[in-house]
């Protein structure tokens, strides 16, 4: 049989305990027989033989009422001057396999209440023999107590690798759900810096579009300086989102988001016709690159919405960098608008995200004397020299 054969049958076999242990059972009291019949033995030789042979069918089920009934037929076939061994060993093997079974397959306190009666059972029967020596005692005790703890040996390495398997699978659950949470965590950044990077450019656009409409009779080159300046921000775009989903395996050519470029921002926002006052005080170098990312685009969603909601408004944009925090806050002169996280769209809510990943927190809501107010606290977290 090949190696595949044979462990398919292993297979096949573990998954029927049952049959397995009637076949043993079955062969062992026929085999016990066999041997009775052929020492010329009675009927009584017979009824303990099939009595101590029979049990093994019990030994997964029920393991100490096998080896009761098992042990005690050894008791009183000795008892009554029978010689178990002289009739065959069918009776022994089961009678081992029975003590080991008690051991593998029962709790410890069963298990030992086996290997008491099994050893009283058989001592106790060694009077009753002709020879009632030392040895007697010795060596039917080690042959009940090896079983048994080989039996509990084989018992303790199933529970450990049964327990180890429940770990495998914990850890492997765990595997998945990280991965799935880490899945879920770089889909939701890519949706907010998509909709960042499209919504304020789909503004802007909008916005510069309808001005060429305006002026493109009565000023044509301005028309194309605007058609111009449009072209450059949807180009701009397209390599923010060609690098953001990685589309040509290598990062865009050119510069990043970054406070170092709110300048351009600002003009890009005025162009598009928001006044936009910009106060940048502390150094915008140098930031931790998921800081000076949220900054920038909480900065460019603010501002997208008050191009959106308060096209025209003036708006100030103040920005402080120190050595805790960058600290936003933009605010405008518009007309009121919904202004809490819950209550809000997709971008308030995304800025309020940013905000939490980096640490910090942002709060959004209409300002006492009209228009909208962002505030954003985003701590820093710089290393430490030790030189």
Same mark, same amino acid.
């Given at each position: 049989?090949?190696?595949?054969?044979?462990?398919?049958?292993? %297979?096949?076999?573990?998954?029927?305990?049952?049959?397995?242990?009637?076949?043993?059972?079955?062969?062992?009291?026929?085999?016990?027989?066999?041997?009775?019949?052929?020492?010329?033995?009675?009927?009584?030789?017979?009824?303990?033989?099939?009595?101590?042979?029979?049990?093994?069918?019990?030994?997964?089920?029920?393991?100490?009422?096998?080896?009761?009934?098992?042990?005690?037929?050894?008791?009183?076939?000795?008892?009554?001057?029978?010689?178990?061994?002289?009739?065959?060993?069918?009776?022994?093997?089961?009678?081992?396999?029975?003590?080991?079974?008690?051991?593998?397959?029962?709790?410890?306190?069963?298990?030992?209440?086996?290997?008491?009666?099994?050893?009283?059972?058989?001592?106790?029967?060694?009077? !009753?023999?002709?020879?009632?020596?030392?040895?007697?005692?010795? !060596?039917?005790?080690?042959?009940?107590?090896?079983?048994?703890?080989?039996?509990?040996?084989? %018992?303790?390495?199933?529970?450990?690798?049964?327990?180890? %398997?429940?770990?495998?699978?914990?850890?492997?659950?765990?595997?998945?759900?990280?991965?799935?949470?880490?899945?879920?965590?770089?889909?939701?950044?890519?949706?907010?810096?998509?909709?960042?990077?499209?919504?304020?450019?789909?503004?802007?656009?909008?916005?510069?579009?309808?001005?060429?409409?305006?002026?493109?009779?009565?000023?044509?080159?301005?028309?194309?300086?605007?058609?111009?300046?449009?072209?450059?921000?949807?180009?701009?775009?397209?390599?923010?989102?060609? !690098?953001?989903?990685?589309?040509?395996?290598?990062?865009?050519?050119?510069?990043?988001?970054?406070?170092? %470029?709110?300048?351009?921002?600002?003009?890009?926002?005025?162009?598009?016709?928001?006044?936009?006052?910009?106060?940048?005080?502390?150094?915008?170098?140098?930031?931790?690159?998921?800081?000076?990312?949220?900054?920038?685009?909480?900065?460019?969603?603010?501002?997208?919405?008050?191009?959106?909601?308060?096209?025209?408004?003036?708006?100030?944009?103040?920005?402080?960098?120190?050595?805790?925090?960058?600290?936003?806050?933009?605010?405008?002169?518009?007309?009121?608008?919904?202004?809490?996280?819950?209550?809000?769209?997709?971008?308030?809510?995304?800025?309020?995200?940013?905000?939490?990943?980096?640490?910090?927190?942002?709060?959004?809501?209409?300002?006492?004397?009209?228009?909208?107010?962002?505030?954003?606290?985003?701590?820093?977290?710089?290393?430490?020299?030790?030189?």
């Amino acid at each position: 049989m090949t190696d595949d054969g044979a462990g398919a049958l292993a %297979r096949w076999l573990r998954a029927r305990p049952r049959l397995v242990d009637f076949t043993v059972a079955a062969v062992l009291v026929a085999l016990g027989a066999g041997q009775v019949m052929a020492g010329d033995g009675g009927a009584t030789a017979l009824i303990f033989s099939v009595a101590m042979t029979a049990p093994v069918v019990w030994r997964r089920r029920r393991p100490l009422p096998a080896v009761l009934i098992g042990w005690s037929a050894l008791f009183v076939a000795e008892g009554l001057g029978a010689d178990v061994t002289s009739q065959g060993y069918a009776a022994v093997i089961a009678l081992v396999i029975t003590v080991y079974s008690v051991a593998a397959h029962a709790p410890l306190r069963q298990a030992l209440a086996g290997l008491v009666a099994a050893l009283a059972l058989v001592w106790g029967a060694i009077p !009753f023999a002709a020879s009632q020596t030392v040895a007697d005692f010795a !060596f039917t005790g080690l042959i009940t107590l090896a079983p048994w703890l080989a039996g509990r040996t084989i %018992r303790d390495r199933q529970l450990r690798i049964t327990e180890l %398997r429940r770990l495998a699978r914990e850890l492997e659950h765990e595997r998945e759900e990280r991965a799935r949470e880490a899945r879920d965590a770089e889909r939701s950044r890519i949706a907010r810096e998509m909709h960042d990077v499209l919504a304020h450019t789909v503004s802007v656009v909008v916005v510069q579009l309808g001005a060429v409409e305006r002026i493109v009779e009565s000023d044509p080159a301005k028309a194309r300086s605007v058609v111009a300046s449009v072209r450059a921000t949807a180009k701009s775009a397209l390599s923010e989102l060609r !690098f953001l989903l990685g589309l040509d395996g290598v990062p865009a050519a050119g510069p990043r988001p970054s406070l170092a %470029r709110l300048g351009d921002l600002a003009d890009d926002m005025r162009a598009a016709g928001v006044p936009v006052e910009l106060t940048v005080t502390g150094p915008v170098g140098g930031l931790p690159p998921a800081v000076d990312l949220a900054a920038y685009r909480i900065v460019q969603e603010s501002l997208t919405n008050v191009m959106r909601h308060a096209p025209g408004a003036p708006t100030r944009t103040l920005v402080v960098v120190d050595e805790h925090a960058v600290r936003l806050t933009i605010e405008d002169d518009g007309a009121t608008r919904p202004g809490t996280p819950e209550r809000a769209g997709y971008g308030l809510i995304g800025m309020a995200e940013r905000a939490r990943l980096c640490g910090g927190d942002l709060e959004a809501g209409p300002r006492p004397g009209g228009g909208f107010r962002v505030h954003a606290r985003l701590p820093l977290v710089r290393a430490v020299s030790v030189a």
